[in-house]
């Protein structure tokens, strides 16, 4: 069975960093791109990064770029978002995912549609 189990969030201020950790079990972790999501109150759930499942090949939102870092360790089956210089507007409940094996690389890693599991989330809250 698939499980992803998402931790490291919490409250932090503007300016402030985070370190998301997703840690999967169930499956082959290293053939599979993972990602990561968000969920802000109101919103729809949007991509925020994703990283190819063996050469590192990673994609970022434009909002997140030069600010948020994703990383993953096969041997460990843990896949990790280095969040900086978080802003308000970076509040909402993270979501870790695994993307569908239906093609290679980074291809649409970032569109909710092409995962086929989720983790329950992690509540990220920036504020003063």
């Known amino acids: 069975q698939v499980q992803l189990v998402e931790s490291g969030g919490g409250l932090v201020q503007p300016g402030g960093s985070l370190r998301l950790s997703c840690a999967a079990s169930?499956?082959?972790?290293?053939?599979?791109?993972m990602g990561w999501f968000r969920q802000a109150p109101g919103k729809e759930r949007e991509g925020v990064s994703c990283?190819?499942?063996?050469?590192?090949?990673?994609r970022y939102a434009d909002s997140v770029k030069g600010r948020f870092t994703i990383s993953r360790d096969n041997a460990k089956n843990t896949v990790w978002l280095q969040m900086n210089s978080l802003k308000p507007e970076d509040t909402a409940i993270y979501y870790c995912?695994?993307?569908?094996?239906?093609?290679?690389?980074?291809?649409?890693?970032?569109?909710?549609?092409?995962?086929?599991?989720w983790g329950q989330g992690t509540q990220v809250t920036v504020s003063s």
């Open positions: 995912a695994r993307r569908r094996a239906f093609a290679n690389g980074t291809y649409s890693c970032l569109s909710s549609w092409a995962q086929d599991s």
């Open positions: 169930g499956f082959t972790f290293d053939s599979y791109t």
């Open positions: 990283i190819s499942k063996s050469d590192g090949n990673t």
